[in-house]
């Protein structure tokens, strides 16, 4: 089954406003928890990412909220930008002594101006 | 730093023939994955080593498809017999497991676009 989940495949915002991404997923030990960013034709690349010891981390624009007893991580964008428009990728991770990442299906955002 | 370069960028074959994929990780970094992007299925975790010994082989298709990291400059991903459905954009990335947050980082490479007649 599908570890991780988005179940939007694509969101609209308005130049200017708040984008909110979803994420949620169904292992216990994950303790790692990241957003990629993926333009077309290139590869992902890492937006933000937080552990499990904190609820939320601000970087710029960017805000990761995590809610680990609902078992569901969102990145928000302030400010959406027309150049924000790309697919947005969340990863989860056991951490420890493992390094492996699974990652969701991808949310297209697109930010009209 | 060129980054995690992958070869070759696109490869066709014939069904049942080989396909050898390449991967040089970043100067330092400790650990190689390799993962396999559909537009069905998204990004799928297929392996990955650490100082070159393989840790999680978990999502390898348990036939046909084998990787090896023979030194620490690069890894490659083999797939005998190739079918149609291996059609895919096979990434490799690699991680500085340095401890911290940074340990997790995956800095992917361009990725090897395989396509299968």
């Known amino acids: 089954g599908q570890q991780v989940k988005q179940s939007s495949p694509s969101l609209t915002v308005q130049e200017g406003g708040i984008s909110i991404l979803n994420c949620d997923y169904e292992?216990?030990?994950?303790?790692?928890f990241a957003w990629y960013k993926k333009y077309p034709d290139n590869s992902p690349t890492l937006l933000i990412s937080?552990?499990?010891?904190?609820d939320k981390r601000e970087d710029g624009r960017l805000t990761v909220f995590l809610n680990k007893s609902g078992k569901h991580f969102s990145l928000h964008i302030t400010a959406s930008q027309p150049e924000d428009t790309a697919v947005y990728l969340c990863a989860a991770g056991e951490g420890g002594g493992s390094a492996k990442l699974i990652f969701g299906e991808g949310t297209k955002l697109t930010v009209s101006s | 730093n060129a980054g995690v370069i992958q070869t070759p960028r696109h490869k066709v074959t014939g069904k049942g023939q080989e396909a050898t994929l390449w991967c040089e990780p970043i100067s330092g970094h400790s650990a190689v994955f390799w993962y396999r992007q559909t537009i069905v299925q998204g990004l799928e975790f297929l392996t990955y080593f650490r100082n070159q010994a393989p840790i999680d082989d978990s999502g390898m298709p348990k036939e046909r498809f084998s990787a090896q990291m023979p030194n620490q400059s690069h890894s490659t991903l083999k797939i005998q017999s190739t079918q149609p459905q291996d059609s895919a954009v096979y990434l490799c990335?690699?991680?500085?497991?340095?401890?911290?947050?940074?340990?997790?980082?995956?800095?992917f490479g361009a990725g090897t676009r395989l396509s299968v007649l």
């Open positions: 937080v552990r499990s010891n904190v």
């Open positions: 292992n216990d030990m994950f303790d790692y």
């Open positions: 990335a690699s991680s500085p497991g340095l401890g911290g947050l940074s340990q997790n980082t995956l800095y």
